[in-house]
């Protein structure tokens, strides 16, 4: 049973979340094991978020647990999802300027930038997985690469910029930035596209220069999934291989190696043995040799 302070402290966080017009779902507030113990379902991650705020800055407790649910109403677009993950990373100082999604399709992102550790990944791909709509995420982060921070910047506010823009098909447009010029790689499917997207990515804030190297035509399928799968598979046979902070995408059958390897051996390794899948055109090998 409850006692009189603690029926107190109910109630005044149930009032607090109920005059706040931001949350619009239903939150049940209890005590359990000398917990504040949030229950129900919200529209929204910051619906969730800010609940648990009310209930940390009011109760007396040492800890707050939450079983919120975040309802999936719909299929959101994928330029909605830019949004969330941009809104969502923006809440930490630490990682606003340095992690954003690269591409999202389907509901899958993959998230591009530059983090200080594998722990820190670790919580990009939590707080990411954790947003309405988003299936999956998959890391394709830099760790401990602070050199180019400044362009994994301009990649990340070209890219969301692109992913928010209503005309432009931007899930499979990549742009890479060396040196504050940015080159936009990819396809769109029409000269229109290709040509607004050039506007935007010039219209970011610190760009020096754009490229536009974008192809007009089909988009790719899920077909290049299927290869990908193929080369984690080849590359598993093979064995004795750090693999742990290599990342693999495949876009048209052209495969996109990144992250870091222990020595210029394994790199032309893995290489190769992507090579080796009859369907693959080209291979970008951007594996960069560095001790850990």
Excluded: Y
Excluded at 63 to 82: F, M, N, Q
Excluded at 148 to 169: G, M, P, R
Aim: negative net charge; hydrophobic residues 40%.
């Amino acid at each position: 049973m409850l006692g009189r302070d603690n029926n107190l402290i109910i109630s005044k966080i149930d009032a607090e979340i109920a005059l706040e017009p931001s949350i619009k779902g239903r939150i049940d507030v209890g005590i359990r094991q000398g917990k504040i113990r949030l229950s129900g379902v919200v529209h929204t991650r910051e619906e969730k978020q800010l609940a648990e705020d009310i209930a940390r800055q009011i109760s007396e407790f040492e800890a707050v647990e939450s079983d919120i649910a975040i309802e999936t109403d719909g299929v959101p677009t994928e330029i909605d999802l830019a949004k969330r993950v941009r809104t969502v990373l923006a809440t930490d100082p630490s990682l606003a300027s340095r992690v954003g999604a690269k591409r999202i399709s389907k509901g899958v992102v993959i998230l591009g930038g530059n983090v200080d550790s594998r722990a820190m990944e670790e919580r990009v791909l939590e707080i990411v997985s954790d947003i309405k709509g988003i299936k999956r995420a998959i890391s394709h982060l830099r760790i401990g690469l602070g050199k180019d921070t400044q362009d994994v910047t301009f990649t990340n506010a070209v890219e969301l910029a692109l992913h928010e823009d209503k005309e432009v098909h931007a899930e499979f447009i990549g742009a890479p930035c060396k040196d504050g010029v940015i080159t936009l790689k990819g396809w769109v499917p029409s000269p229109r596209q290709k040509e607004k997207a050039g506007r935007i990515a010039s219209g970011v804030f610190g760009v020096r220069g754009v490229k536009n190297l974008l192809e007009v035509g089909t988009i790719p399928s899920s077909e290049d999934e299927v290869l990908e799968k193929k080369i984690w598979s080849a590359l598993d046979k093979r064995g004795h291989l750090n693999l742990i902070d290599v990342k693999i995408s495949v876009v048209d059958g052209i495969v996109f190696l990144d992250g870091l390897v222990d020595n210029v051996e394994q790199r032309d390794t893995i290489g190769q043995i992507a090579r080796t899948i009859p369907e693959i055109k080209e291979v970008n090998n951007n594996l960069v040799v560095a001790s850990r």
